[in-house]
């Protein structure tokens, strides 16, 4: 059974840096998927930040590529999201995910608010 | 940017209502096309990947069609486990997009 299970501060203050981490569990880190990262506002719909490819290719949303990175770590089987200078319109849940090559995300992380507030 | 417009953004059904949902994108994306449930609180659950495949587990009472731009979600008989709010996403091409969602509620 495949688990991706996010971890990382619940709250940033404005200007810092979000930095989250996603385990994954079940199934190769280095297999042939696009491992990602979505968010969520409070009350408001879903929006794609960014993924990495097994072969460490990222792809990002052009609203957010200025100021994210994501990285994989094959040895720790886990991969990570920074989203840098936070203000309070990135208060979200976010969320990660697996989507094999070709396909549509399958699997989804249980979710983590993280509050943007001094 | 491909943009992906649900409709309605809600609705108010019954108990063993047949619901269908439409997507529309701003271009064609041929199948590529994913639905997925959220429920209050809880991580989004993929439901149908290329417009009409059914994820692993998910009952056949979902059922997804179309091809290019146009795209629907059918219940075929709601139950009480399916009010929930339901997004569209195409992933023919980066940036992936979302549709804003639709919300079915209890009537």
């Known amino acids: 059974q495949v688990q991706l299970q996010e971890s990382g501060p619940g709250l940033v203050k404005p200007s810092e840096t979000l930095s989250l981490t996603c385990a994954v569990s079940g199934d190769s880190i280095s297999s042939t998927y696009y491992w990602g990262w979505i968010r969520q506002p409070p009350g408001k719909g879903l929006e794609w930040i960014g993924s990495i490819y097994h072969s460490g290719s990222t792809y990002f949303n052009p609203s957010l590529r200025s100021r994210v990175t994501v990285s994989l770590d094959t040895s720790k089987s886990q991969f990570s999201l920074s989203l840098r200078s936070v203000t309070a319109a990135d208060t979200a849940v976010y969320y990660c995910?697996?989507?094999?090559?070709?396909?549509?995300?399958?699997?989804w992380g249980q979710g983590t608010l993280v509050t943007v507030s001094s | 940017d491909i943009q992906m417009t649900q409709s309605p953004s809600s609705l108010s059904a019954s108990v063993g209502d047949r619901v269908t949902i439409t997507c529309r994108a701003s271009?064609?994306?041929?199948?590529?096309l994913a639905w997925f449930q959220q429920k209050p609180g809880k991580a989004p659950k993929s439901l149908i990947y290329a417009a009409s495949s059914l994820q692993s587990g998910v009952p056949s009472k979902f059922s997804g069609s179309g091809s290019g731009t146009d795209f629907t979600l059918t219940i075929s008989s709601l139950q009480p486990e399916d009010f929930a709010t339901y997004y569209c996403q195409q992933y023919i091409t980066y940036p992936l997009t979302f549709g804003g969602g639709t919300k079915v509620e209890i009537k």
């Open positions: 995910t697996r989507r094999p090559s070709g396909y549509a995300i399958d699997y």
């Open positions: 271009q064609g994306i041929s199948h590529y």
